[in-house]
């Protein structure tokens, strides 16, 4: 009898823990989700600070989407491949930004400068085909859709850039420093599961995320927004 009883309250106490345990990463997994955004946010913040280095106002009025991928970390040696981790999100039929989708960026030679560990990416999609690619689940840039490196500051006009046909246009942000950057080969993916944790649903797609009816996303994912909204009109006003 005695043996009974220890063995429920030793399975009791276990499914307690395992419990907790679950719990417990539960909410380190959605605190690293808020922190990706914070970070996001500070990228878009800073780069409102930056009139002559930053995306021209007449690229982000054609964007269909803009993609914030900080601190992307060189993994190799010389020439080899890079992995972060960023947030997506989609200009709705209302002109307004939808809620963000977690995605991952990895690839081989981004085209960064030697020696450089460490650097913020930004993604600006202007066609609706190369959205639909990574809403589908992946997108190859250069291979499923076009890339280029995109120009910088405000001095860059349409009126001059009229032949930029590429369907994704990307910067990279190292040492202070924004500039286009090549990201030839890079793949962008849909961070399932952190998009699971964040919104508290298990398998949400990337297309139940962005859909014009979805509910609002938690505070961390509007600031995101907010700054994406303020980026885009004060360059715009500035320019």
């Known amino acids: 009898m005695r043996t009974q009883n220890f063995s429920r309250r030793f399975l009791?106490?276990?499914?307690?823990?395992?419990?907790?345990?679950?719990?417990?990463?539960?909410?380190?997994?959605?605190?690293?989700?808020?922190?990706?955004?914070?970070?996001?946010?500070?990228v878009l913040t800073e780069l409102m600070m930056m009139p002559e280095q930053n995306i021209p106002a007449w690229l982000l009025d054609r964007a269909h989407a803009v993609a914030v991928v900080p601190a992307v970390i060189k993994v190799g040696l010389g020439v080899g491949g890079r992995r972060g981790k960023g947030v997506l999100v989609v200009r709705k039929d209302t002109g307004e930004w939808s809620n963000p989708v977690f995605v991952n960026l990895t690839g081989g030679s981004f085209g960064f400068q030697v020696g450089v560990q460490s650097t913020d990416v930004v993604l600006v999609f202007t066609s609706r085909q190369s959205i639909e690619g990574i809403v589908g689940g992946k997108v190859t840039l250069g291979a499923d859709a076009s890339v280029a490196a995109g120009p910088v500051g405000r001095q860059s006009s349409a009126a001059t850039d009229v032949g930029l046909t590429a369907q994704v246009y990307s910067y990279s942000r190292a040492s202070g420093l924004f500039a286009g950057v090549a990201l030839d080969g890079s793949a962008m993916t849909i961070d399932h599961k952190s998009n699971e944790s964040f919104y508290g649903r298990p398998g949400v797609l990337a297309s139940d995320i962005i859909r014009a009816d979805a509910p609002p996303a938690p505070p961390p994912a509007t600031e995101f927004i907010a700054a994406l909204r303020r980026s885009t009109t004060g360059v715009a006003a500035s320019a």
């Open 12 to 42: 009791s106490n276990l499914v307690i823990g395992l419990i907790a345990c679950a719990f417990s990463v539960a909410a380190v997994a959605a605190e690293r989700q808020d922190t990706r955004l914070s970070t996001s946010t500070r």
